[in-house]
């Protein structure tokens, strides 16, 4: 499979307009995208951990209709 067959890619640091959308076999929607990454070092469990005690809070700030 090469990556122009299922996407589109862009060579630029530059471009600042990203769509990211949602599939699943029964399902399509736009969504956010949140990218973490991790410091050197750090443990990786504990890092998985804080950011599952995260969402609550998010899933408090953000709309209803918002699903996490």
Known sequence: TRFRDIGHA???IQNDKVFTNYFDKEFSAPCVFLAVRKQP???TLE???KIN???PSLQAQIPGS???
Request: proline share 0%; glycine share 6%.
């Open 66 to 68: 918002v699903h996490l």
């Open 53 to 55: 005690n995260l969402l």
């Open 41 to 43: 070092g750090a443990n």
């Open 10 to 12: 862009i060579d630029s």
């Open 47 to 49: 890092v998985i951990e």
